[in-house]
């Protein structure tokens, strides 16, 4: 989740000496779209904080592949999910390319192969089943607070659906207008933010993930939605899709980071 400043310099005209500065070209997170996998996970008998800490930590020493952006976990928060105790990993890559690459030479390893072996009661992650999507960010996880320093998060994601004749460029298109609506409510505080992932196999369907740093702030957002956002942005969302009524819930953790690679999560698992 790179280039997340957004960047506007008008000319600028020095009267002494009449030099004008060229206008750097805008940039928008909108532009950026990353390669995303999602691997399904089961919890085992041994998850617990501790192990999980020593799981990641001896995990994050067998990265090698620089392409890998961040890691994030998911756990899921309510027995309503849709796919119950399933729990996931979020990895973002620099491209799919790099990502096949990556995971070729990690089934290779036989250190990697060895790390899963010893942590298999705590949690068992199916590499072979993960998903690909093509993902966006309209809001930088800063744009209404600071994230936690544990590395923990709280999500809610919606399965969704375009109408016949709709696609992603639709979908994208909406997020801009859906930014400005938020950008009028009260999230401060909440770090709320979102990303839309596209299934690559199944061009039909789409998730919408909303994200705050506690389920405190994930209730302040939803307050916020209410107010200045859905009589606003939901009629124009309800051309182009639909979303089940019911999110599964979620509480995670940064597993790993690019831009900051010694940052170890502190994990609360109960």
């Not at 004008?20 to 996970?41: A, R, W």
Request: glycine residues 6%; contains cysteine; negative net charge.
């Amino acid at each position: 989740m790179k280039n997340y400043l957004t960047l506007l310099i008008s000319f600028i005209f020095i009267a002494s000496c009449a030099v004008e500065e060229p206008m750097q070209q805008v940039t928008d997170i909108l532009d950026d779209e990353y390669f995303t996998e999602f691997m399904p996970c089961k919890a085992g008998q041994d998850f617990n904080a501790d192990n999980m800490t020593a799981m990641i930590s001896e995990w994050q020493k067998l990265l090698t592949a620089e392409e890998l952006l961040g890691v994030w976990g998911y756990a899921p928060a309510a027995d309503t999910n849709s796919i119950k105790d399933t729990g996931w990993w979020e990895l973002q890559w620099s491209s799919q390319e790099a990502a096949d690459m990556a995971w070729d030479q990690w089934i290779q390893n036989e250190k990697a192969s060895a790390w899963q072996e010893k942590y298999a009661s705590v949690l068992q992650c199916d590499g072979e089943a993960r998903n690909p999507f093509d993902a966006v960010i309209p809001i930088t996880p800063t744009a209404y607070g600071e994230m936690n320093d544990s590395g923990y998060f709280y999500s809610e994601v919606y399965i969704c659906e375009f109408n016949e004749g709709y696609s992603k460029n639709d979908a994208v298109e909406f997020l801009y207008g859906f930014r400005d609506a938020v950008a009028e409510g009260d999230y401060s505080g909440t770090t709320y933010h979102l990303l839309n992932y596209f299934f690559q196999e199944d061009p039909n369907s789409f998730l919408w993930g909303n994200f705050t740093n506690s389920k405190a702030s994930m209730d302040k957002a939803n307050i916020a939605f209410e107010q200045s956002v859905r009589d606003k942005m939901f009629p124009l969302f309800s051309e182009f899709a639909q979303c089940g009524d019911q999110p599964d819930l979620y509480n995670g953790y940064t597993l790993y980071w690019s831009e900051k690679k010694d940052f170890m999560p502190t994990f609360s698992i109960q």
